[in-house]
Structure formats: structure tokens, C-alpha cells
């Protein structure tokens, strides 16, 4: 008798188990990513907000603040906001987060500032909507961004500056902005060179002076339409690279170290390519046909 309810016993927990790491298995049923859909035309954002600010206390070091948060009008389905923080040209760190069913979200990050830098931050907000008699799913998206130039030497306080308002600080920008300038030039040309890319053939933006991120229109193209070229370029870029990118000899490799995007615009507006060079020195091009 005990021998039965034994192998009763054990079968029961083998089955059991077997069920819960199916369950496990299943979806949920909400991928985290950003898809775009045709432009909602009642909702919007209340706030958007990219802030990059010098928390300079006595007799702590400093520390550069970033934080990424935006408000929607309504509640939505999907919501989602990411933002990409980079040092002198390259990707610093990446903010990301995504929520059902509301309409805010914040998040912040802390660095300690070590040397003098140039910080350029970029976000995307997006919310996904289906509120729509039809069953038609929409959207809403926006960017917001920020800059600054942090100094920070050994022996001395720390200070920070949009715009130079001395001369101490017009050196600081010159020297600084020359050196992200000429680490993304020779970045961006060996990877031309690599991949053999016909740049005549394109107009090319870094993705922080893109027209839709100053609010304009690419040239040739409506401002509805531009905005769905912008939409589906971050669509492209969150999953190809923020999510990792995905490299030529077939692994993913993180996009931490990278450049920023550079954006080429066909001419004749039929599709636009993006050139990365990685963190390990690989170049990287995607390309997105302009519908």
C-alpha cells in the first residue's frame, strides 16, 4: 500500500511540475518593443521631458543626473519610453521602460563625472492605443532631448554649462566639441568605407539632429509622412539596436560603446539606411524602405 501512494505521490509532483514550466512557457500576451501605428488624432502628450543636470553637493563627488519622463493625455494600452545617453559621442547607457494601462512614466539615472565630457541625451515616447469603434490600433510618439558640457578635473569643483557664458567655457566647448566631431567623422567614414556605401546618394544627419527631432519635416517629404518614417526608424532601432545589435558574424553584441546613429536619406526618398560603429569596432548598416 505504501509502496503505491509512493509512486502515486511521485508522479503527481512529476506531473505537476511539468504543467508549471509549460505555464511558464506560455506568452504573456504583451512583447515589450515599439510598433507604430497610423497617428491618433485626439490623444497627445501632456509632458515630455530629457534633463541632464550636475549634482554637485559639498564634499561629494560629482554626479550627472539624467532623467527620461512623459505624460500622456488618457490612458493607453501600451506605453513606452527610452532614452539613449551619449559621452562624447559614444552610448553611455540606455533607459527603457514600458507599462500597461497607464498614461505616466519616470525614470532617472546617477553617473559620477570623472573627467570633462559631452553629454547628448535622446528620447522616444510612445504610447499604443486601441480605443478606436473601427478596431483600429493608433499611436502617439514625441522626442525630447537635452545637452551639456560637464568639467570635472582632479583638485577642482566640478561645474556644467548648456552654453558658454566665459571664456574659460568657450575653450571647454571648442575642445570638446571637436574631439565627439572627429571620433564620430572617423568612425562614420571607416564604416562607409567598409561597407562600400554610395554616400552621394544619401543625405546624412546624426540621429540627435534628425529634422523630426527639431520638429521638421525630412525634405521632400509631408510632415505626416516624415513622422512615420521617424516612427518606424525607432520601431527598427529599438529592436536592432537598443535590444542589442546584431553583428555581422551572427551575435548579438551590446550597444553600450557604440556610436551615434547616423542616418542616410536617400534622395529620391525611397529608403534610408542607419550606420553604426560598435563599441568592439564593427561596422554596422540597417536599412528601411521608405513606403
Known sequence: ??????????????????????????????????????????ASFKKTETEISLQNEPKQKARLEWKVSSTLDRESYLRQDVGLLYQDGRLLEILSKWSEKENSIQQEKFFEIVSPSYFQAISFHHAELHESQDGNITSVQATSEDSLYTIAEPNKKAFSFVEPQTEEETKWKENLDKNTYNFLRRSWNSAIRTKDIPIKNYTLYPLTELPPVKGNAFPGLSMEKSQEVYGKLWEGLYRRYVLG???????????????????????????????????????????QVIE
Open 1 to 42: 500500500m505504501n509502496w503505491r501512494f509512493m509512486h502515486t505521490l511521485t508522479f503527481f509532483i512529476f506531473a505537476l511540475l511539468l504543467l508549471v514550466t509549460v505555464l511558464l512557457k506560455l506568452p504573456t500576451g504583451t512583447e515589450e518593443t515599439i510598433t507604430y501605428f497610423p497617428k491618433d488624432e485626439e
Open 245 to 287: 545589435i546584431q553583428t555581422d558574424v551572427q551575435k548579438k553584441e551590446s550597444p553600450l560603446g557604440s556610436t551615434i546613429p547616423l542616418i542616410g536619406v536617400s534622395k529620391n526618398n525611397d529608403h534610408l539606411i542607419v550606420i553604426i560603429v560598435t563599441g568592439t569596432g564593427e561596422s554596422i548598416t540597417l536599412r
